[in-house]
């Protein structure tokens, strides 16, 4: 089993910046593949980034591509989403998710893909 806890979130003015952050729990959390979600309201949650066991690989959604930032700190089970020039349609709940996978390269994308979920941070943009 493995718990993650997502921190961060909050209130920020379009153009802005955040730095989310997904602590785990889980003594081998080296060896799971980590990624981003988030949901806005009347939305289906949508893949948001993902890197891969050994962070060497990253993935991300072409709505945040150049703007997201996803790394892990495999030392500190840590996984971290900074959020650069934030704009209003960037307005929803974050989920940080955990899934195992057989190689330090992979990266999962899709939602079925992933066995564990934190509890969600609200981002809310402003214009």
């Known amino acids: 089993q493995v718990q993650l806890v997502e921190s961060g979130g909050g209130l920020v003015q379009a153009g802005g910046s955040l730095r989310l952050s997904c602590a785990a729990s889980r003594r081998t959390f080296s060896s799971y593949a980590m990624g981003w979600f988030r949901q806005a309201p009347g939305k289906e949650r949508e893949f948001v980034a993902a890197v891969s066991w050994s962070g060497g690989r990253t993935y991300y959604a072409d709505s945040v591509k150049g703007r997201f930032t996803i790394s892990r700190g495999n030392a500190k089970n840590t996984v971290t989403l900074q959020m650069n020039s934030l704009k209003p349609e960037d307005t929803a709940v974050y989920y940080c998710?955990?899934?195992?996978?057989?190689?330090?390269?992979?990266?999962?994308?899709?939602?079925?893909?992933?066995?564990?979920w934190g509890q969600g941070t609200q981002v809310t943009v402003s214009s």
């Open positions: 998710a955990a899934g195992q996978t057989n190689g330090p390269r992979v990266i999962l994308t899709t939602f079925g893909e992933y066995d564990y």
